[in-house]
């Protein structure tokens, strides 16, 4: 759930359900600003994001939100804690969605062995992403945080133009800041500040334009 460096490719998708264990679940479709669960609801099912992009916050009793991850096509979805799911789950796009049953998950007997390890390899990597993650909140610097981030979402959705790496953001400026732990000024002045500095450039307010990877790279890898 967590944007690392890492695309998770193809060996992040899950493998169809056998019909020797289990009977699959047809698929589910979002359109934006919908909500897949609750923070709090009963957890019943997991996802696998099979196009779209959603959005995972934290609500504080005070009104605070912390955004936890941004998740995209082959990412799983909805790991539950004691039952319930901990965070709440937006769609920023369309989506297509594969639930899951949660025996499916939590149970290697009496159900298809193969997506059982599936689900198991993508919450180990999503441990490893979130041990990224705090790393990215308590050792950089803002523009360093940013230039993570935009290496990592032009690593999972940007596509080539030319020399160049392009991709449309699919979250605001809010939604980015309270991910990096920033300010919504402090982000702005971060993108400002990659501008100027020819890293990249912004065609309107979503698209991002990479103009210089070796660079942005570099950035995201600063201690």
């Known amino acids: 759930m967590y944007i690392t460096l890492d695309h998770p490719g193809c060996d992040a998708i899950l493998p169809q359900p056998s019909s020797k264990y289990t009977r699959k679940i047809n698929e589910l479709t979002l359109e934006p600003d919908t909500n897949l669960f609750r923070q709090g609801d009963p957890a019943s099912q997991v996802f696998q994001v099979k196009s ?7 609500y504080f009793e005070d009104g605070r939100r912390q955004v936890i991850s941004f998740s995209f096509p082959g990412d799983v979805i909805g790991y539950p804690f004691e039952g319930e799911y901990s965070a709440s ?3 920023l796009t369309p ?10 998950l939590i149970s290697p007997d009496g159900e298809d062995p193969a997506l059982h390890a599936g689900f198991v390899k993508a919450a180990m ?13 308590g050792q950089k610097s803002a523009v360093e945080r940013l230039a993570a981030f935009l290496t990592a979402l032009a690593s999972r959705i940007g596509e080539p133009v030319g020399q160049y790496t392009q991709f449309k953001l699919p979250m605001c400026r809010a939604d980015i800041a309270d991910y990096l732990g920033l300010s919504t000024e402090t982000v702005s002045r971060a993108f400002s500040q990659l501008r100027r500095e020819k890293v990249i450039a912004l065609d309107g307010i979503l698209t991002v334009v990479i103009l210089d990877l070796d660079t942005l790279h570099r950035m995201a890898e600063a201690a």
Request: charge should be positive.
């Open 52 to 58: 779209g992009a959603l959005r995972l916050s934290r």
């Open 89 to 91: 789950c937006r769609a």
């Open 95 to 104: 989506c297509r969605l594969q639930p899951y049953r949660m025996q499916q």
């Open 125 to 137: 990597r999503e441990i490893a992403a979130m041990h990224d993650h705090f790393v990215l909140l």
